[in-house]
């Protein structure tokens, strides 16, 4: 496993669509444990592979709560969304920053594991969020291109609590 180095707001291959993954390689396999350590040592909650350079259709994302393992996407796409929620969002590519978005409060994605089995995947509150944040990733979304006002510095929300 490594830590690999988190792309940034203004390089142009976040701005990019990802491939889809045809198959399980070792190389694919190092990704996603490289993506899991990055994500882990960056304190972050959902990481797709442009973030960390790679045109991959590849996501992982682990929220806590009662989740025993992160999740991983491979292909993800998302089937269905319901309700809303509006709320602070950040971005290991944005570091510092946060902004109010408005994102569906349900959402079922199929994908498949990292043994390419598929399965279906619902989710709801910050799962719902997380899923929808980094599958934008895949097709080369931001979610500044989303918020309603300006970003703000996370350490000024801090403050406020």
Avoid: W
């Avoid at 976040?14 to 040592?41: F, N």
């Avoid at 980094?134 to 406020?160: F, I, N, R, S």
Wanted: hydrophobic share 40%; aromatic share 4%.
């Amino acid at each position: 496993m490594a830590l690999r180095t988190i792309r940034e707001l203004g390089d142009p291959i976040l701005r990019k669509t990802s491939k889809e993954v045809r198959e399980i390689t070792p190389r694919v396999r190092q990704i996603v444990e490289d993506m899991l350590e990055t994500m882990y040592a960056d304190n972050g909650v959902g990481l797709a592979a442009p973030q960390i350079g790679i045109l991959k259709r590849i996501v992982v994302i682990d929220v806590g709560e009662e989740q025993e393992e992160p999740y991983i996407l491979i292909n993800p796409e998302i089937l269905s969304v319901s309700g809303s929620q509006t709320g602070h969002e950040g971005c290991l590519s944005v570091p510092g920053k946060s902004g109010i978005v408005t994102r569906p409060n349900e959402v079922e994605v199929r994908a498949f594991d990292e043994n390419m089995r598929a399965f279906t995947l619902k989710g709801s509150g910050l799962l719902a969020r997380a899923v929808c944040h980094e599958v934008d990733h895949l097709d080369g979304k931001m979610y500044v291109d989303l918020v309603e006002g300006d970003l703000v510095d996370v350490e000024d929300l801090e403050e406020a609590d």
